[in-house]
Protein backbone atom coordinates (compact mmCIF):
# COMPACT_ATOMS: atom_id res chain seq x y z
CA UNK A 1 0.00 0.00 0.00
CA UNK A 2 1.60 3.36 -1.22
CA UNK A 3 2.13 5.82 1.32
CA UNK A 4 0.10 9.27 0.99
CA UNK A 5 2.11 12.31 1.28
CA UNK A 6 0.72 15.28 2.90
CA UNK A 7 1.19 18.45 0.47
CA UNK A 8 2.86 21.52 2.70
CA UNK A 9 0.67 24.65 2.43
CA UNK A 10 1.59 28.32 3.23
CA UNK A 11 -0.80 31.57 2.87
CA UNK A 12 -0.05 34.35 0.31
CA UNK A 13 0.61 37.41 1.80
CA UNK A 14 -0.96 39.39 -0.66
CA UNK A 15 -4.63 37.70 -1.35
CA UNK A 16 -4.35 35.27 2.26
CA UNK A 17 -5.00 32.02 0.34
CA UNK A 18 -3.73 28.90 1.60
CA UNK A 19 -1.64 27.05 -1.39
CA UNK A 20 1.00 24.29 -2.13
CA UNK A 21 4.19 25.82 -1.20
CA UNK A 22 5.59 25.07 -4.64
CA UNK A 23 3.32 27.28 -6.48
CA UNK A 24 4.17 30.26 -4.17
CA UNK A 25 7.78 32.62 -4.27
CA UNK A 26 9.22 33.06 -1.26
CA UNK A 27 11.45 35.59 0.53
CA UNK A 28 13.71 34.97 2.91
CA UNK A 29 15.49 37.38 6.25
CA UNK A 30 18.30 35.52 7.09
CA UNK A 31 19.09 35.08 10.88
CA UNK A 32 21.78 37.91 10.58
CA UNK A 33 18.87 40.17 8.55
CA UNK A 34 19.97 40.23 5.10
CA UNK A 35 16.39 39.78 3.01
CA UNK A 36 16.59 38.03 -0.42
CA UNK A 37 14.13 35.83 -2.65
CA UNK A 38 15.23 32.00 -2.00
CA UNK A 39 14.30 30.35 -5.04
CA UNK A 40 14.52 27.50 -3.79
CA UNK A 41 12.65 27.58 -0.60
CA UNK A 42 15.11 25.83 1.76
CA UNK A 43 17.17 28.82 2.83
CA UNK A 44 16.84 29.26 6.64
CA UNK A 45 15.23 32.16 7.96
CA UNK A 46 12.08 33.68 8.27
CA UNK A 47 10.18 33.33 5.25
CA UNK A 48 7.01 35.09 3.26
CA UNK A 49 5.19 33.62 0.33
CA UNK A 50 3.49 35.36 -2.25
CA UNK A 51 1.18 34.03 -5.22
CA UNK A 52 2.71 34.15 -9.08
CA UNK A 53 -0.28 36.67 -9.33
CA UNK A 54 0.82 39.96 -10.40
CA UNK A 55 -2.07 41.42 -8.75
CA UNK A 56 -0.86 39.58 -5.12
CA UNK A 57 2.34 41.23 -5.78
CA UNK A 58 1.08 44.96 -6.07
CA UNK A 59 -1.39 44.21 -2.81
CA UNK A 60 1.66 43.00 -0.96
CA UNK A 61 3.45 46.26 -1.78
CA UNK A 62 0.60 48.68 -1.31
CA UNK A 63 -0.05 47.12 2.28
CA UNK A 64 3.44 46.63 2.71
CA UNK A 65 2.74 42.87 4.36
CA UNK A 66 5.76 41.48 2.95
CA UNK A 67 8.02 43.71 5.12
CA UNK A 68 5.35 43.42 7.92
CA UNK A 69 5.79 39.30 7.68
CA UNK A 70 9.64 39.75 7.93
CA UNK A 71 9.53 42.45 10.10
CA UNK A 72 12.55 44.50 8.72
CA UNK A 73 12.62 46.54 4.93
CA UNK A 74 12.25 44.89 2.05
CA UNK A 75 14.38 46.85 -0.66
CA UNK A 76 13.28 48.03 -4.10
CA UNK A 77 15.74 45.22 -5.74
CA UNK A 78 13.65 42.11 -3.66
CA UNK A 79 10.30 43.59 -5.61
CA UNK A 80 12.11 43.85 -9.34
CA UNK A 81 13.26 40.18 -8.36
CA UNK A 82 9.73 38.97 -7.46
CA UNK A 83 8.31 40.71 -10.56
CA UNK A 84 10.62 39.28 -12.86
CA UNK A 85 10.20 35.48 -11.32
CA UNK A 86 5.99 36.26 -11.85
CA UNK A 87 7.03 36.99 -15.90
CA UNK A 88 9.22 33.68 -16.04
CA UNK A 89 6.72 31.53 -14.43
CA UNK A 90 3.56 32.80 -15.89
CA UNK A 91 2.85 31.15 -19.64
Known amino acids: MLKVRKVPMRMCVGCREMKPK ?31 NPECLKKAVKTRALERQLECPVTEEIWERLQAEQAQRSP
Open 22 to 52: KELLRVVRSPEGHVAFDPVGKAPGRGAYVCD
